[in-house]
């Protein structure tokens, strides 16, 4: 079993896939981690600007679902086992095409955005953004893309392209228990 996991900024997305490791004895990949190895090898840094280009440059020259790709080829080598792989950090078109080339399942991830701001702000990674505002520019920029163009971050579209779409909005123990019925 092959799910993609997509959303917007501290919406969930790694908690979810960790839950899906512990619970259900997936594999879990993180296309974002893919990217900060990438791009700190590339250009020394994590910002999130440098993130994105980072991802965009590598989906143009390897194709549109590149970091996909690298991760069902690790699940590929591994794949007995786990019950399944659970990806996450799709953000592209060409991304969610690839898992729909393997009949994979595509789970959208949300939250209040003020709510996901705090989340950062705790988080507190060295990529988070210093104000709201910040986060809300930065995340604008992300859900729109650039038209059809599959190879770039373009969170609206994925998420119009999910077969399901979660608020996490409540207690965990909610979140999880929606995350279950998905595998279900």
């Known amino acids: 079993m092959i799910i993609g996991i997509a959303g917007t900024f501290n919406a969930g997305k790694d908690a979810a896939a ?65 019950r399944g792989i659970a990806i996450t950090g799709i953000r592209s078109i060409g991304e969610v095409e690839t898992l729909q080339k393997v009949e994979a399942k595509l789970l959208f991830v949300d939250a209040p955005q003020k709510l996901r701001y705090k989340r950062s702000v705790a988080r507190a990674r060295g990529d988070a953004e210093k104000t709201f505002e910040e986060f809300a520019a930065n995340e604008a920029k992300e859900m729109a893309g650039k038209g059809d ?23 965990i123990e909610q979140f999880f228990n929606q995350v279950d019925r998905f595998v279900a």
């Open 18 to 82: 960790e839950h899906l490791e512990e619970t259900h004895s997936f594999m879990r990949v993180s296309t974002g981690d893919m990217v900060r190895e990438l791009a700190q090898e590339k250009y020394g840094t994590i910002e999130r600007s440098m993130l994105k280009r980072t991802a965009d440059e590598a989906r143009a020259a390897h194709g549109a679902g590149y970091f996909v790709d690298r991760a069902i080829r690790l699940y590929e080598d591994k794949k007995t086992r786990f």
């Open 149 to 171: 163009d599959k190879t770039v971050i373009n969170i609206g579209a994925v998420k119009g392209m999910a077969d399901l779409e979660i608020i996490n909005d409540g207690r």
